[in-house]
């Protein structure tokens, strides 16, 4: 009850300003009651409801937080207290991160935690390849970052996707290729592209054509990450997408691969390789390979010489297992355990070697630095 021209009447509110200036929303009603004190001390002749809170004199005491600008550094209020929240935890949105760290979508379903970046040398700490976004601080995944991240005959926009460079059209040939489709003509310059609309994509597999004009699985529509549900959490061209990457599929077992923003299995026998630690083993359907776990077969993936079986060496040229080659010194000389024997553009050479003794003779081992990640080196020619 409030008192209003001088009669005491019952008024319906959802905030204060609804209410006279001595009263106050009472959040449990929604009706507006007299304000009962500023203060603690104000009800400190009430023992059952010593609290101030809201006007309101109350038997729980007030929250210490309502959100995490109150809170120090490092801290977000979870349940009206401060609480540490360290780097990387999962979140939902920023006030579930510990100040000044923001929630970032990309970094998982639901978000993580980390620091916002403000340029794109503080993504590298993250898996893939990654950019700045210096609107939000949030570091997402992308195709590329220079032209050297794309294919041959692509180049890296602007905005971190691989395109295929402008070619000439009168002489441009694109049918025969994985982008069949030529794009109008601009002073007399045009590129290879995957689709011209959603009927030159699968349409089973509710797949449409985007403004990039390339074909994308997209079951959910967005207009940015965060719209995103989980069951699709990466957001690429306005869809939500199961993968953008192969990483991304690993809760679908050994092999599988990212096609178009899908996870789907990989058919090993049609030119898909299986990954380090498996090989690829026939089924029952004529022209159809699962990978198993065991030692790689021929152009299974590698990153050692063990990864491979016997009779095929892991060459650190292609990642990938290949027959043991005999050219070159490895005939004469043999390469010594754990090295083997694989064909390269000059040669064949002995990879997989971890010091000199594990090299012929006038060989030494040689172990490239970073970005070379494979295990163990390759023997060249010197002492």
Wanted: aromatic residues 6%; charged residues 20%.
């Amino acid at each position: 009850m409030v008192c209003l021209d001088a009669n005491c009447v019952q008024m319906a509110c959802y905030t204060r300003l609804d209410c006279p200036v001595d009263a106050v929303c009472h959040n449990g009603d929604h009706l507006c009651k007299s304000l009962e004190c500023r203060s603690h001390r104000d009800c400190a002749d009430r023992p059952l409801t010593p609290y101030c809170l809201h006007g309101i004199c109350q038997a729980d005491p007030p929250p210490q937080c309502q959100s995490r600008s109150q809170c120090g550094v490092g801290e977000a209020c979870k349940l009206g207290e401060c609480v540490e929240v360290a780097e990387a935890a999962r979140c939902s949105d920023n006030e579930d991160c510990g100040n000044p760290l923001v929630c970032d979508p990309y970094l998982g379903t639901p978000g993580a935690c980390f620091r916002p970046c403000s340029r794109h040398s503080d993504c590298e700490q993250y898996s893939g390849l990654r950019a700045c976004e210096p609107s939000s601080g949030f570091c997402q995944p992308v195709e590329c970052l220079e032209d050297i991240d794309c294919g041959y005959d692509e180049v890296c926009t602007p905005d971190y996707f691989c395109e295929p460079e402008l070619s000439y059209c009168p002489t441009l040939i694109c049918q025969g290729t994985d982008r069949p489709f030529k794009t109008e003509p601009i002073d007399d310059m045009c590129r290879c592209v995957q689709c011209l609309s959603d009927n030159h994509c699968s349409q089973i597999g509710l797949e449409v054509c985007t403004e990039r004009r390339r074909c994308l699985y997209c079951e959910v529509a967005a207009e940015e990450a965060t719209d995103c549900p989980s069951e699709h959490p990466f957001f690429q061209e306005g869809c939500c997408l199961d993968c953008l990457e192969e990483d991304d599929c690993q809760h679908m077992g050994l092999g599988s691969i990212c096609s178009r923003g899908r996870c789907i299995p990989c058919n090993c026998l049609a030119g898909c390789a299986c990954p380090v630690g498996s090989t690829c083993q026939t089924t029952e359907n004529p022209g159809q390979g699962v990978c198993m776990p065991g030692q790689g077969g021929e152009g299974d993936a590698c990153l050692a010489q063990p990864d491979c079986q016997d009779g095929l060496a892991c060459s650190y040229a292609t990642g990938r297992c290949v027959e043991e080659a005999t050219g070159s010194f490895c005939s004469e000389a043999g390469c010594p355990e754990p090295s083997r024997c694989a064909s390269r553009t000059e040669g064949a050479l002995c990879y997989g070697c971890g010091n000199d003794q594990e090299c012929p003779d006038t060989f030494f081992c040689y172990i490239p630095a970073q970005p070379w990640e494979y295990e163990g080196g390759l023997c060249l020619p010197g002492e």
